[in-house]
């Protein structure tokens, strides 16, 4: 239901809640017409709508970063006048271009509502007074984005004589359905409006001027310039010397738009109170905009004196153009609840807060660089900390294989060695053989096996006990150890018998050595206990090429040498006979009595020291 009203934002709810006041009064069947005449009005104004955009809609042209402009109009509560100069002065200054929209200015008229066409999509923003507020708990998803007067310009203005809102009773008041503030400043002084005979509004102040109406509903803005004019007495009511302090006009729009295009009502809302600074600032630019641009049904000096009137409503020096205070919207809703007009103050979702602004790809992409520089952060101090440990266990490994390898060398060392002589052993002398030989082959050297056998040893064991013999052993591989070169190898090849391997020395050296060995034995004075004995040794010799030419061939002559020291009377030194002369049996025994033993046998010397 809509009623006929100049300036509201669409709410017939004044009607619902004073209908009856109107009715009964002498103008409410000019009113009851005009609701009858609705389906015409709307069928009118749709055609209207349908051919509007093509009608009124410039082409969208290319703002300046290049993007096309977005169509969006803005959709007024009354007529082109001052009352909307900020949107007058964002278009003429380009501010909405700026922004990238394209602002279409739609009037409206007597029949004609703001909310209507902003809910139905024909506007995407409106102005409307403190009624939006009625509209949302209606379930309308209305959003204030901006106040632009801060109080409401509806006053009442009556002949002289009525000097108070009392005054009006029985008075032919020229009312507007809409003006809900002067309803709720009625009911406030305690006067009801049945009490009051209002007539339809013509919304001039003619008839209150001719005598024909003692009041009329007006804005400060306006019918006022013209009672002043006149220069007839005259009287203003106000409701707010009642304590009713309404907003005024308001700039609005649906929730569906903030949703939809959040960025573009911000930008629409910013752009439009940019308007309202510059037309504040320059009242009389703008006023001269109006009269050439939109409209000339006021003189200059109206709509200037409009522009004074509002920058009173306005107090731009004190409130921000466009401030939007919660509380007063609090009073405005407590004002209509008292009315019987509003069920609950409930404002949320009512007042626009802007969306929190998306954070800018610079933003987004320092925040994925630190993401990414902590998360690499991390990878780096875990890869550290891991290495660390690494290095840590790599030491202790290491550590670890230094000790398996020394165990390694000691059991290697144990396992060549003779734990008794400290020479190295049976097993260490085969697995050596084979490669001294291929090295001798291999360099052309000669090497020689000697095999050195104590004599009696068991008398020895006999006499002085086993480790009397075990004495006689070490003193003999001590000897042995400590009369070699450095690539001779000796060894306790088994029991009491001992081979050496001695490269590289032509016969006479070789002669000489294994000499010098007999020798050395037969002069060793063992001392075991309180006894004091001697030995002599068998020394058979063979060399590889001239005896033998493999490994178990040498052995064999070494071995046969040693036999023949043995059995030619021990205490001698028996080199092997050539291979062809060996393989027959043949030995040459080669032994030369040492100069030390040349006195007396061997065999008679060790019987007659000790055993
Ligand atoms: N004390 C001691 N005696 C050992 C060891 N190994 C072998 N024998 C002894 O060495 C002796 C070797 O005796 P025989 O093989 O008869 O040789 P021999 O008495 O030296 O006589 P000929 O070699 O013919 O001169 C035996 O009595 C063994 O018990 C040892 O490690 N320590």
Known sequence: MIRASRRQSGSSLADAHWGSSLASSPGAAQVERARLLWPAWAALLALACAIWPAAVRVQAQPAAGGQPLQAVTLQLK??????????????????????GLDVTLAEAGPEQDSATPV????????????????????????????????????????????????????????????????????????????????????????????GKVDAISAYSTDELFDVRAAGKPFTVLTPRSAGIDFYGDNLFTTEEEIRQHPARAKAFREASLKGWQ???????????????????????????????EMQRLMQPELVEIGQVNPGRWLHIAEVYQELGMLKSTELKGFIYSPAAPRPSRLYVALAVFAAATLVLGGVVAYLRRLNHRLRLAHSALQARVHEIEALQARLHEQAVRDPLTGMFNRRYMDETLEHELARAR????????????????????????????????????????????????????GGEEFMLLLPGLDEPALHERAEFWRCSVEALSITYGSATFH???????????????????????????????KTGGRNRVVFAQPATAQDAGALSLNAAPCRAAAASSAESAAAASTV
């Open 119 to 210: 809910l139905e999509g024909r506007a995407q923003y409106g102005v409307g007074d403190s009624s939006l507020v009625l509209l949302r708990q209606l379930g309308r998803p209305l959003v204030v984005l901006a106040v632009v007067l801060q109080h409401s310009p509806n006053i009442y203005i009556a002949r002289g004589e009525v000097d108070h809102v009392h005054a009006l009773v029985g008075k032919r008041v020229m009312q507007e359905a809409s003006a809900d503030e002067l309803f709720a400043y009625l009911h406030k002084e305690g006067v009801h409006p049945e009490q009051l005979r209002f007539v339809p509004h013509d919304f001039s102040a003619a008839d209150l001027l001719a």
């Open 442 to 493: 291999r360099y052309h050297y000669p090497l020689a096996l000697v095999m050195l056998d104590v004599d009696h040893f068991k008398r020895v064991n006999d006499t002085f006990g086993h480790a009397g013999g075990d004495e006689l052993l070490r003193r003999l591989g001590r000897l042995l150890r400590e009369n070699c070169r450095g690539g001779d190898i000796a060894c306790r090849y």
């Open 278 to 308: 510059y037309a504040m600032a320059h009242p009389e630019e703008v006023a001269d905009l109006i009269l050439e641009r939109y409209s000339r049904r006021h003189g200059r000096e109206h709509l200037l004196f409009e522009a004074k």
């Open 78 to 99: 009354w007529k082109h006048q001052f009352q909307f100069a900020g949107y007058y002065a964002a278009l003429q200054q380009g501010y909405y271009r700026q922004a």
């Open 535 to 565: 030995v002599t040794a068998s020394i058979g010799v063979a060399v590889f090429p001239h005896h033998a030419q493999d490994v178990p061939s040498l052995q064999r002559c070494a071995d046969r040498a040693l036999y023949a020291a």
